[in-house]
């Protein structure tokens, strides 16, 4: 008999060890997936930073490009400017002086000059000639061409390092007269297709970017009919030097190709060079539209990004994990308790947390105090200001009335009382925001037609510009913050009519049994559905342009107070079928209330 039980004790304990070896290896198996799950996440989150990384550079380099084109364009329209200033044309020394004055080599980088261009009518090339050679006697125009008018270089400074271009008819050459001809055709600057300068010994590729000037017509305005310019401002590029002088500095871990029309103007992807990715991790094309022309941008990673941007954190993280699995399972075997130690360890850290949340609550109050409290403060300097400006615009009633009075200063004095009203209203929303939950329940039962009476009597609407539908026509649940809800939906429905004599506003309540469902309807232009959940966010605002002021507070306290009671406000709306708000309320008493916001919290 003895044999007999300790046999049964012996399967009993075996029982026990084998149920505790599969809840052992349960909680090993799911801390493996956790451990592989943060590993998979880290490498997400890594990539995402990495690729993030890329997207960044690649914009720079488009910035950057862009940039410094709008920068010398810039200066081409100076160059115009000044022509206009000396009467529609310049000499060889007055132009020499304002390059001097422009100073490109210093505030240009990468510039290879400035220069104008005139535009030689049929017949008038003898003239042109003879005004030139009075400057430089040894002024010529080649190369000859079939065209009937001519387009020579006139000027181009630093002459040193561009004299080669000087006299250059640049209508000899396609690249050169189509980009001209379109540039004075549109009255805006313009580059050229591919070119080699002539003033490049390297003979690499450039451009040439125009900027027109006519008589009688400002600067970068179109041109009308078959109107020829008088001339161009232009600048010479060599895309290699534009490069050089550009991103230096700035493109570190990508490297950037420039394609124009299929031809290649400029590469940096040589596979000779130290840091060249064979295999980039990441290359994007990117067309850019700058100045009549599409350049297409290859723009891959070098090695220099792939050694900035490698992340060892995932790797840490599996590795530590795994160690800390080796760990536990030795632990497994040498801990009798572990079970009872595990638990105690769930106790301290649900500790921990309710401590930690017990602060955050704390913290955020503190917040919401803080920001109540500062909004106050700010209405008594608003208010100062308000008065001050008041009392000036009555010191200066006699002033706006002469006939030397400056209308700017009444309108000035005008904008600064709307800005104070507009302050006002918006610490007086930021305080009805911070206070939402703070205020006491109040459980004044209301009449709903009454309500609706008071709002058409407040908006100054008429009865049926304003309508009450639904079972529903008692509420006694927190009637203060219920009314101001809907005053905000019926409010925001009047503000943003576009025609508010023709509104119409349905307000439709019905009994829920625990809760009241209430929808507020209007005719107005609507909100389109990508707006939907932003228009609930604070400070948040869809006005266009001749809208009324808002705080852009309204909808966020209405959101706020409907979750406060235990709801959700929602909104059905398409542009030009109006928009419907659509949230419920706790019906019945302050318990019943209470228990709704306790269960959906």
Known sequence: MLDRFSTLDRWRQFGRSFHLSLIHALVIGLSLMMTVGAYFYASAQAETRIENAFLAARDQVVGLISARMEKYEDALWAGVSAVRSHGGDMTYQQWKTFADTLRVDERYPGINGIGIIHYVEPGQFETYLQKRRKERPDFSVYPAHDHDFRLPIS????????????????????????????????????ITGPIV?????????????????????????PATGEQHPDGMVYAPFVVRKLMAGL???????????????GEIIYDEHNPAAPSFDPSPKFSETVEMEIYGRTWQLDIRTNLGFRQAHSYSQPMLILTGGLVIEALVISL????????????????????????????????????????????????????????????????????????????DVAANLQRITERVGRM?????????????????????????????????????????QLEL???????????????????????????????????????????????????????????????????????????????????????????KTVEHHG??????????????????????????????KTKAA
């Open 155 to 190: 000027f181009i400074e630093p002459e040193n390092i561009n004299a080669a271009a000087v006299g250059l008819d640049i209508a000899h050459e396609v690249n050169r007269r189509e980009a001209a001809l379109a540039s004075s055709a549109t009255g805006d600057a313009q």
């Open 197 to 221: 300068l002539v003033q490049d010994e390297s003979s690499t590729a450039g451009f040439l970017f125009y900027a027109p000037f006519y008589s009688g017509r400002a600067a970068n305005s």
């Open 247 to 261: 991103l230096s500095k700035d493109l570190r871990h990508v490297r950037l190709g420039i394609s124009d029309g």
């Open 332 to 407: 497994l075997f040498f801990m009798g308790r572990s079970r009872q130690r595990a638990q105690a360890y769930a106790a301290r850290v649900t500790a921990d947390l309710k401590e930690k949340t017990v602060k955050l609550e704390k913290a955020h109050e503190e917040l919401e105090q803080f920001v109540y409290i500062t909004s106050h403060d700010l209405k008594t300097p608003v208010r100062g200001i308000g008065t001050l400006t008041e009392m000036v615009q009555e010191d200066l009633e006699d002033y706006f009335t002469s006939s030397n009075a400056d209308p």
């Open 424 to 464: 006002n209203d918006l610490t007086q929303a930021v305080m009805e925001y911070a206070r939402i939950g703070k205020h006491t329940t109040e459980e004044k039962e209301l009449f709903l037609p009454e309500v609706i009476e008071t709002f058409r009597s407040d908006f100054n609407l008429s009865t049926s």
């Open 469 to 559: 539908t639904g079972s529903l026509t008692h509420i006694s649940t927190d009637s203060f913050n219920f009314v101001r809800v809907l005053e905000n939906l019926v409010g925001n429905a009047i503000k943003y009519h576009p025609d508010p004599e023709h509104a119409k506003i349905t307000v439709h309540a019905t009994d829920a049994g625990t809760r009241c469902d209430i929808a507020v309807r209007d005719n107005g232009n609507g909100i389109e559905p990508k707006y939907h959940s932003r228009i609930f966010d604070v400070f948040q605002t869809l006005r266009r342009a001749g809208d009324p002021e808002s705080t852009g507070i309204g909808l966020a306290i209405v959101k």
């Open 567 to 596: 709801f959700k406000v929602t909104l059905q709306s398409e542009v030009g079928h109006g928009a419907e708000f659509r949230f419920s309320w706790p019906a019945g008493d302050s318990t019943a209330a209470e228990d709704i």
